[in-house]
């Protein structure tokens, strides 16, 4: 059995015990493509957890069916992080340092030695709960891309709020319409690090603009950023960033103002932005997909594989064969 990377107890000395599979009489909507574990406490609740294993992250997606209202205390540990997103219902969870409600659509960052709270669910009212456990050393993979969010959870101390963000982030329709896909066709192994990696980064993006919305002096200023952002981010399978001209008017406002107002929230130009996230985006596709090198290279945009390589090496001291080397033996 895959080793569960949280502990459930229904009381203070009793934890769950997972079995293989789910009974055909559970009738939760089932992924294709994912393994499945099961437990059941008679009267109280059914829990079903599919595993869709990946080098980006261990993804458990939880099924919890309360046959009355139930109170589960919930722990966890490692040197990781646990990006939840909630599918379907609504669940309380309490803490020493925090209480809140987390309702279908919503999203935030847990860290998983923090994990140690109660996780209440109201009967009749089923939850379904994705929690993507991230290693601490994926996330610097992603330090120039959303600067912000992954400079606070590097420094998170524990004796902060359970989640990383003080109220949970709406999804914007995005990560619905990633999972949605994932319902209806499933996951075969062969597309699973990608589709990680998809969801990762939407998730991310919208965690760094809630952010970034403490930073700001207007919602026009946000806007723009958004916009501009969103552009870029778009734009990172090409050779070259969007023109100035065309993300000033996209912005609304003149070039150098937006410059300004870039660099002053994100620490780099608009231009250093593109490129630290173009050559981060490679990196994790060398390191954590079974993609062949020339494709990759194709893939952003290069005709020919030995550019592709010396920039590569420009920008990390390593070849692409080594970075796929060194990954492989430091477990990505």
Same mark, same amino acid.
């Given at each position: ?9 229904v009381s203070?000395?009793r934890?769950l015990h997972w079995?293989d599979?789910s009974?055909n009489?559970?009738?939760?909507r ?5 393994k499945?574990y099961h437990?059941e406490?008679a009267?109280?609740c059914r829990i079903i ?5 990946s080098?980006?992250?261990?993804c458990? /997606?939880?099924h919890y069916?309360? !046959?009355?209202? #139930?109170? %589960?205390?919930m722990t966890?540990?490692g040197? &990781?992080f646990?990006?939840?997103f909630i ?5 309380e969870?309490?803490s020493q ?7 279908q659509w919503q999203?935030?960052?847990?860290k998983a030695?923090?994990?140690n709270?109660?996780?209440l /669910?109201k009967?009749?009212?089923? !939850?379904?709960? #994705?929690? %993507?456990?991230i290693?601490?050393?994926?996330? &610097?993979a992603?330090?120039?891309?959303f600067p912000?969010?992954?400079?606070w959870l590097?420094?998170?101390?524990e004796?902060?709020?359970?989640t990383?963000?003080k109220h ?5 329709g ?8 994932w319902?209806?066709?499933? !996951?075969?192994?062969?597309?699973r690090?990608?589709e ?9 993006d ?11 002096a207007s919602?026009?200023e946000?806007n723009?950023l958004r916009k501009v952002r ?11 960033p969007?023109?100035?001209?065309? !993300?000033?008017?996209l912005?609304?406002?003149h070039?150098?103002r937006?410059?300004?107002?870039y ?6 130009t ?7 996230a173009?050559m981060?985006a ?5 390191c ?10 194709l893939?952003f945009?290069y005709d020919e ?9 420009r920008?990390?001291d390593q070849t ?9 033996m430091e477990?990505c």
């Amino acid at each position: 059995m895959d080793r569960i990377p949280y502990e459930i107890f229904v009381s203070s000395s009793r934890s769950l015990h997972w079995l293989d599979g789910s009974p055909n009489t559970w009738t939760q909507r089932r992924l294709l493509g994912a393994k499945r574990y099961h437990a059941e406490v008679a009267d109280k609740c059914r829990i079903i957890l599919e595993l869709i294993p990946s080098a980006f992250g261990m993804c458990w /997606i939880a099924h919890y069916t309360a !046959l009355k209202d #139930l109170s %589960l205390l919930m722990t966890s540990e490692g040197d &990781k992080f646990n990006l939840f997103f909630i599918l379907a219902g609504e669940v309380e969870y309490r803490s020493q340092a925090q209480a809140a409600t987390a309702t279908q659509w919503q999203l935030n960052i847990v860290k998983a030695s923090s994990i140690n709270h109660e996780l209440l /669910i109201k009967q009749d009212k089923g !939850l379904i709960a #994705l929690n %993507l456990f991230i290693q601490t050393k994926m996330l &610097k993979a992603y330090q120039h891309t959303f600067p912000i969010l992954i400079k606070w959870l590097l420094s998170w101390q524990e004796n902060k709020d359970t989640t990383a963000l003080k109220h949970n982030v709406d999804d914007d329709g995005r990560l619905q319409s990633i999972v949605d896909a994932w319902w209806t066709a499933g !996951l075969p192994s062969d597309e699973r690090e990608i589709e990680m990696e998809r969801f990762t980064f939407q998730a991310f993006d919208q965690l760094e603009m809630m952010l970034v919305a403490e930073k700001v002096a207007s919602e026009t200023e946000l806007n723009s950023l958004r916009k501009v952002r969103a552009r870029l981010l778009a734009s990172l399978f090409h050779l070259q960033p969007p023109s100035l001209s065309e !993300l000033s008017q996209l912005a609304g406002m003149h070039f150098k103002r937006l410059e300004r107002l870039y660099k002053a929230v994100f620490g780099m130009t608009m231009s250093q932005f593109f490129q630290e996230a173009r050559m981060e985006a490679i990196y994790r596709r060398l390191c954590c997909t079974t993609k062949s090198l020339v494709d990759i290279s194709l893939e952003f945009g290069y005709d020919e594989y030995s550019p592709f390589s010396a920039a590569v090496r420009r920008r990390f001291d390593q070849t692409p064969t080594e970075i796929r080397q060194s990954a492989k033996m430091e477990g990505c």
